[in-house]
C-alpha cells in the first residue's frame, strides 16, 4: 500500500472504528427482559425465583423490616496480600447492588415458621434462601401459583450478564496475572493470558493448546505476528472490543487472519472498504489478495472498475506488475469514458520501464479494443507509436481497427472480434434518455436524466432533426425510427450507442411514417402505423437487427396515426390515434400476435385518445393523457388483458398530449409533451402504489413534444 498521504473524498475521512462483537461473550439479552411469557412475567414482576417447589429467593427484599430473618455476624479478613481479590469480590458487589438498586416487593410468606435462612454477604447485600411448605398457601394463592405437577417443565431462567460478568472478571485476572498460564511473545510485546479462555475464542489457540507441542509451554514465541496486532487481538478476545485504523489496520488484519479471529478480520475489511479512493483502490487490492479477503477483492475491483480515469493516473497504476495490468484492462466491466484511456494507460505503464516492459506491449494491445477508438485518433496517434510499428503483432491489431472503420454500421454488426466487443460494465446506472422532437420545430439535441443525481445532462446529438419517431432498444442500443424531420416524413433510422456516445446509420424502413408506435418484442423491432404525409397508415413491419433487413407484416384494421404502442404477455397492442377518414380520434385498440401474424380487437378504452403515452406496469397496459380534438387530456386509464377492462386511475397534474411515457422501476415517468398552448418542460410520475402523481424538481432544459424515451446505461463523456 501506498503509505504517502492522499485526499480522501468527503465522507472517508480516516477514522477510528470502534467494532463490538455482541455474541462474542454470549447472549446479552436477560431472561427479565422477555415478558412474552405470562406466568413467568408475572413472576419476574414480583422478583421471585422458583428454585423447586418449595424454595424461593427474594433477592432484593428490606431485610430490616423482616423480624424472620436471622443476621450473621460479618467477619473481616485480616490477610488480604495484594488487593486483587477484594478488586474481583468489588467488581461482583458492584453488579449485586445494581439489582439491588431494583424495587422489588415483600417475600412471599408460606407459614408463620419461614425455616432455615441463609445469610450471605459483608453487610453490603444479602442473599436469602427460604424453604416454605405450599400447604400454607390459602385457596386463592394456590389457584393463581402455577404448579409443577410432573405434566410440564417450568421453563429455564438465564442470567444474560452472565457471561460478560465472567469475562469482565477474566480480564480483571489478566490485568494481575491471576492464574494465567500462558505467556505470548511478539517481537518485544509479551502477553500473559489464560490457555482456556483463548482457546475457546480462536480455533488458533484451540489447536495449539490441545495437539501441538506448546500446549505444555507456558511462553510462546509468535513469529508472525506484530506486537501491537498481539496486544488488540487479545484485549478483543477478553473484552469483545476492537478498535481498527489507518495506523493499525496493515498488522490487525494478518493477525486476526492467522488467529482465526473472523469478526476482527470483516472489522478491518470493512474499515478498508471505507477507506477506498482513487489513490489507494489498488494498493488496498493487492493488500486484501495476499491476505485472501475475497470480499474486499471484489470491492476494490468494482471500485476501479467504475471509472478508470482516475485510478491510472495514479502513482500505484505504474507499480503495477504485468499480470495485474492484464487484469485491469481485459475486463468486460472496465468502465472508462473512451477506450483512447485505456490505450493511453497501457503506453504509460509500459514507457514507466520501457527497457524490461517493451516485450509485454503485444500481449497487452490484444486487450485494447483499437476498433472503438475515433478514427482521426488511431491514424495521428496510434499508428505514429513507436512501440507499435516495431512489433508486428501489433501492426496487424491496427490493421484490424482501421478497416473496421471502412464498414458500414450493417457490416460492423457481422465483424465481431474480442477487440470489437464494446465493454459492458456491470452496475452501471441507468438513465432516462429523451430524444429528439417539437420544441417548436424539429430538433436534434437529445439530454439524460441521472436517477441517481436527478440532474439533466445533453449527450451526443443525433445526425439530424427528429421529432414524431418511434424509439426501441436492442441490446443497448437505441434505435431512432422514422419522424419528421422539420420538412419531410421519413423512413431513416439512427442508431446510438451509450457505451461510445455515438450516433450510427441503420437499414431504412419500407414506408415513411411520423407520429408512429414503435416496440420490441423478442429483440425485433415493430414499427405501426403513423403518417405519410398524405394518409393515415393502416400498415405495419419488422426490422431484425441481424440481418438487418426491414419486412411487412399483416396491416391493422384501422388507419391509426399518432398512434400509441406497448407489450403485454409477447402481443403487441396499438392504442387509439387518429384514422384520418373519420376525422375523429379513436377510443378501439386492437391487439397483434407475432406468432400468427393476425391483428384482433380488443374492448375500447373508456376515452378516445390521440396522442396518448402507453407505458407497461405490473402486466398492465397505461394510456396517459392525449386529445380528443381540442381537448386535452390529463386523465389516465389502465387496462387488464385479464379481465379485457379499462379503469380509470388518478388524474396527472397536468394536461399533456404528445409526452414520451415510459416505466422505470415499477414508476410511471411522463416527460414534455404540450397542453394545447405550449411545449412543457415539466416530468411527472405516477406510482401505482399509493395512485398519486409527483412532479419532479428537475425539468428537461426545453420544452419537448413527440420526444421518444429509453432506459439506457449512462453514456459515457466521450473525449477523442
Same mark, same amino acid.
Given at each position: 500500500?501506498?503509505?504517502g498521504?492522499h485526499?480522501v473524498?468527503?465522507g472517508?475521512? &480516516?477514522?477510528?472504528v470502534?467494532?463490538n462483537?455482541p455474541?462474542?461473550?454470549?447472549?446479552?439479552v436477560?431472561?427479565?427482559?422477555?415478558m !412474552?411469557?405470562?406466568?413467568?412475567a408475572?413472576?419476574r414482576?414480583n422478583?421471585v425465583?422458583v428454585?423447586?417447589?418449595?424454595?424461593?429467593i427474594?433477592?432484593?427484599? @428490606?431485610?430490616?423490616?423482616?423480624?424472620?430473618?436471622?443476621?450473621?455476624n @460479618?467477619?473481616?479478613?485480616?490477610?488480604?496480600?495484594?488487593?486483587?481479590a477484594d478488586?474481583?469480590e468489588?467488581? /461482583?458487589?458492584?453488579?449485586d447492588?445494581v439489582?439491588?438498586?431494583r424495587p422489588?416487593?415483600?417475600?412471599?410468606?408460606?407459614?408463620?415458621?419461614?425455616?432455615?435462612?441463609?445469610s450471605?454477604?459483608n453487610g453490603q447485600?444479602r442473599?436469602?434462601l427460604?424453604h416454605?411448605?405450599?400447604?400454607?398457601?390459602d385457596?386463592?394463592?394456590?389457584?393463581n401459583?402455577?404448579?409443577?405437577?410432573?405434566s410440564?417443565?417450568?421453563?429455564?431462567f438465564t442470567?444474560?450478564?452472565h457471561?460478560?460478568r465472567?469475562?469482565?472478571?477474566?480480564n480483571v485476572m489478566?490485568? !494481575?496475572?491471576t492464574?494465567?498460564?500462558?505467556?505470548?511473545?511478539?517481537?518485544?510485546?509479551?502477553v500473559?493470558?489464560h490457555k482456556?479462555?483463548?482457546a475457546?475464542?480462536?480455533?488458533?489457540?484451540?489447536?495449539m493448546?490441545?495437539? =501441538?507441542?506448546?500446549?505444555r509451554?507456558?511462553r510462546? $514465541?509468535?513469529?508472525?505476528?506484530d506486537g501491537a &496486532?498481539?496486544?488488540?487481538v487479545?484485549?478483543?478476545?477478553y473484552? &469483545?472490543?476492537?478498535?481498527?485504523?489507518?495506523?493499525?489496520v496493515q498488522?490487525?488484519?494478518?493477525?486476526?487472519? /492467522?488467529?482465526q479471529?473472523t469478526? +476482527?478480520?470483516?472489522s478491518?475489511c470493512?474499515?478498508l472498504?471505507?477507506?477506498?479512493?482513487?489513490?489507494?483502490?489498488l494498493?488496498?487490492?493487492a493488500?486484501a489478495?495476499?491476505?485472501?479477503c475475497?470480499?474486499l477483492?471484489?470491492?476494490c475491483?468494482?471500485?476501479y472498475?467504475?471509472? /478508470?480515469r482516475?485510478v491510472?493516473?495514479?502513482?500505484?497504476f505504474?507499480?503495477?506488475?504485468?499480470d495485474?495490468?492484464?487484469?485491469l484492462?481485459?475486463?468486460?466491466?472496465l468502465?472508462?469514458?473512451a477506450?483512447e484511456k485505456?490505450?493511453?494507460?497501457?503506453?504509460? #505503464?509500459?514507457?514507466?520501464?520501457?527497457?524490461?516492459?517493451h516485450q509485454?506491449?503485444a500481449?497487452?494491445?490484444?486487450?485494447?479494443?483499437?476498433?472503438?477508438l475515433q478514427?482521426?485518433?488511431?491514424v495521428?496517434? $496510434?499508428?505514429?507509436?513507436p512501440?507499435?510499428n516495431?512489433?508486428i503483432?501489433c501492426?496487424?491489431?491496427? /490493421?484490424?481497427?482501421? %478497416?473496421y472503420h471502412?464498414? *458500414?454500421?450493417?457490416?460492423?454488426?457481422?465483424? %465481431?472480434?474480442?477487440?470489437?466487443?464494446?465493454?459492458q460494465?456491470v452496475?452501471?446506472?441507468?438513465?432516462?434518455l429523451?430524444?429528439?422532437?417539437q *420544441?417548436?420545430k424539429?430538433v436534434r439535441?437529445v439530454?439524460?436524466?441521472? =436517477?441517481?443525481?436527478?440532474k #439533466?445532462?445533453?449527450?451526443?446529438?443525433m445526425p439530424?432533426?427528429?421529432?414524431?419517431?418511434?424509439?426501441?432498444?436492442?441490446?443497448?442500443? +437505441?434505435?431512432a425510427?422514422g419522424?419528421f424531420?422539420g420538412?419531410?416524413?421519413?423512413?431513416?433510422?439512427?442508431?446510438?450507442?451509450p457505451?461510445?456516445?455515438?450516433w450510427?446509420?441503420?437499414?431504412?424502413m419500407e414506408a415513411r411514417?411520423s407520429?408512429?408506435?414503435?416496440?420490441?418484442?423478442s429483440?425485433?423491432i415493430?414499427?405501426?402505423?403513423?403518417?405519410?404525409g398524405?394518409?393515415?397508415?393502416?400498415?405495419?413491419?419488422v426490422?431484425?437487427?441481424?440481418?438487418?433487413e426491414?419486412r411487412?407484416?399483416?396491416?391493422m384494421?384501422t388507419?391509426r396515426s399518432?398512434v400509441?404502442?406497448?407489450?403485454?404477455?409477447? %402481443?403487441l397492442?396499438?392504442?387509439?390515434g387518429?384514422?384520418?377518414?373519420?376525422?375523429?380520434?379513436? *377510443?378501439g385498440?386492437e391487439?397483434?400476435?407475432?406468432?400468427?401474424?393476425? #391483428?384482433?380487437?380488443?374492448?375500447?378504452?373508456i376515452?378516445?385518445r390521440?396522442?396518448a403515452?402507453i407505458g407497461?406496469i405490473?402486466?398492465?397496459l397505461?394510456?396517459? !393523457?392525449?386529445?380528443?380534438?381540442?381537448?386535452?387530456r390529463n386523465s389516465?386509464?389502465?387496462?387488464?388483458?385479464?379481465t379485457?377492462?379499462w379503469r380509470? +386511475?388518478a388524474?396527472?397534474?397536468l394536461c399533456?398530449?404528445?409526452?414520451?411515457v415510459?416505466?422505470v422501476?415499477?414508476?410511471l415517468?411522463?416527460?414534455?409533451?404540450d397542453?394545447g398552448t405550449c411545449?412543457?418542460t415539466?416530468v411527472e410520475?405516477y406510482?401505482?402504489?399509493?395512485?398519486t #402523481?409527483t412532479?419532479l424538481?428537475?425539468s428537461? *432544459?426545453?420544452?419537448?413534444?413527440?420526444a421518444?424515451?429509453?432506459?439506457?446505461e449512462?453514456?459515457?463523456?466521450h473525449s477523442s
Amino acid at each position: 500500500m501506498d503509505d504517502g498521504q492522499h485526499d480522501v473524498p468527503p465522507g472517508n475521512e &480516516a477514522q477510528n472504528v470502534r467494532m463490538n462483537n455482541p455474541e462474542h461473550l454470549g447472549n446479552n439479552v436477560g431472561a427479565d427482559e422477555d415478558m !412474552g411469557d405470562a406466568p413467568a412475567a408475572a413472576a419476574r414482576a414480583n422478583d421471585v425465583m422458583v428454585i423447586d417447589d418449595h424454595n424461593f429467593i427474594g433477592a432484593n427484599d @428490606d431485610i430490616d423490616d423482616d423480624p424472620d430473618i436471622v443476621e450473621e455476624n @460479618d467477619t473481616e479478613d485480616d490477610d488480604d496480600d495484594d488487593g486483587l481479590a477484594d478488586q474481583i469480590e468489588q467488581h /461482583i458487589l458492584f453488579h449485586d447492588l445494581v439489582d439491588a438498586d431494583r424495587p422489588h416487593p415483600a417475600p412471599l410468606a408460606r407459614d408463620n415458621n419461614p425455616g432455615p435462612v441463609l445469610s450471605l454477604g459483608n453487610g453490603q447485600g444479602r442473599l436469602l434462601l427460604r424453604h416454605a411448605s405450599q400447604n400454607s398457601l390459602d385457596e386463592s394463592s394456590q389457584r393463581n401459583l402455577p404448579r409443577n405437577d410432573g405434566s410440564h417443565s417450568n421453563p429455564p431462567f438465564t442470567n444474560g450478564q452472565h457471561f460478560q460478568r465472567a469475562f469482565d472478571v477474566f480480564n480483571v485476572m489478566r490485568s !494481575g496475572k491471576t492464574l494465567c498460564d500462558v505467556v505470548l511473545i511478539a517481537g518485544d510485546v509479551e502477553v500473559s493470558a489464560h490457555k482456556t479462555v483463548l482457546a475457546a475464542c480462536s480455533p488458533y489457540f484451540m489447536a495449539m493448546f490441545t495437539s =501441538f507441542e506448546e500446549s505444555r509451554k507456558e511462553r510462546i $514465541v509468535l513469529q508472525e505476528i506484530d506486537g501491537a &496486532a498481539l496486544e488488540l487481538v487479545i484485549d478483543y478476545i477478553y473484552s &469483545a472490543d476492537i478498535s481498527v485504523t489507518e495506523d493499525n489496520v496493515q498488522v490487525l488484519l494478518p493477525a486476526a487472519n /492467522i488467529l482465526q479471529l473472523t469478526f +476482527v478480520r470483516d472489522s478491518c475489511c470493512e474499515f478498508l472498504m471505507s477507506q477506498l479512493h482513487p489513490t489507494n483502490c489498488l494498493g488496498i487490492r493487492a493488500f486484501a489478495d495476499l491476505h485472501g479477503c475475497l470480499e474486499l477483492c471484489e470491492r476494490c475491483n468494482d471500485y476501479y472498475q467504475e471509472d /478508470i480515469r482516475e485510478v491510472v493516473d495514479c502513482e500505484e497504476f505504474l507499480s503495477l506488475s504485468h499480470d495485474q495490468v492484464v487484469r485491469l484492462i481485459s475486463s468486460d466491466r472496465l468502465q472508462t469514458p473512451a477506450e483512447e484511456k485505456v490505450f493511453e494507460c497501457v503506453m504509460a #505503464w509500459v514507457q514507466h520501464d520501457v527497457a524490461t516492459r517493451h516485450q509485454h506491449v503485444a500481449e497487452l494491445m490484444a486487450f485494447v479494443r483499437l476498433p472503438l477508438l475515433q478514427q482521426d485518433y488511431l491514424v495521428q496517434r $496510434v499508428e505514429r507509436e513507436p512501440l507499435l510499428n516495431s512489433n508486428i503483432k501489433c501492426k496487424d491489431y491496427l /490493421i484490424e481497427a482501421l %478497416k473496421y472503420h471502412l464498414l *458500414s454500421s450493417e457490416q460492423r454488426l457481422q465483424f %465481431k472480434t474480442p477487440r470489437t466487443k464494446p465493454r459492458q460494465p456491470v452496475g452501471v446506472p441507468k438513465v432516462l434518455l429523451v430524444v429528439g422532437g417539437q *420544441s417548436p420545430k424539429a430538433v436534434r439535441s437529445v439530454e439524460c436524466y441521472d =436517477f441517481k443525481t436527478e440532474k #439533466w445532462s445533453p449527450v451526443a446529438e443525433m445526425p439530424t432533426r427528429r421529432c414524431r419517431c418511434g424509439l426501441a432498444v436492442v441490446e443497448g442500443r +437505441v434505435y431512432a425510427v422514422g419522424g419528421f424531420n422539420g420538412s419531410l416524413r421519413v423512413r431513416t433510422v439512427d442508431v446510438y450507442d451509450p457505451a461510445s456516445n455515438t450516433w450510427s446509420g441503420c437499414a431504412n424502413m419500407e414506408a415513411r411514417r411520423s407520429t408512429l408506435g414503435v416496440a420490441t418484442i423478442s429483440g425485433k423491432i415493430y414499427a405501426v402505423g403513423g403518417f405519410d404525409g398524405s394518409t393515415g397508415l393502416n400498415s405495419a413491419e419488422v426490422y431484425d437487427p441481424k440481418k438487418s433487413e426491414w419486412r411487412m407484416i399483416a396491416p391493422m384494421t384501422t388507419r391509426r396515426s399518432s398512434v400509441g404502442v406497448g407489450v403485454l404477455q409477447g %402481443k403487441l397492442y396499438a392504442v387509439g390515434g387518429y384514422d384520418g377518414a373519420s376525422r375523429q380520434c379513436l *377510443s378501439g385498440v386492437e391487439r397483434y400476435c407475432p406468432e400468427t401474424d393476425v #391483428w384482433t380487437p380488443v374492448a375500447q378504452m373508456i376515452a378516445r385518445r390521440s396522442g396518448a403515452g402507453i407505458g407497461v406496469i405490473d402486466n398492465e397496459l397505461y394510456a396517459v !393523457g392525449g386529445h380528443d380534438g381540442p381537448l386535452v387530456r390529463n386523465s389516465v386509464e389502465v387496462f387488464n388483458p385479464d379481465t379485457n377492462k379499462w379503469r380509470l +386511475v388518478a388524474d396527472m397534474n397536468l394536461c399533456r398530449r404528445n409526452a414520451g411515457v415510459i416505466a422505470v422501476d415499477g414508476l410511471l415517468y411522463v416527460v414534455g409533451g404540450d397542453d394545447g398552448t405550449c411545449n412543457l418542460t415539466s416530468v411527472e410520475v405516477y406510482d401505482p402504489s399509493s395512485d398519486t #402523481w409527483t412532479l419532479l424538481a428537475a425539468s428537461l *432544459s426545453i420544452g419537448r413534444s413527440y420526444a421518444g424515451l429509453a432506459v439506457v446505461e449512462k453514456p459515457v463523456a466521450h473525449s477523442s
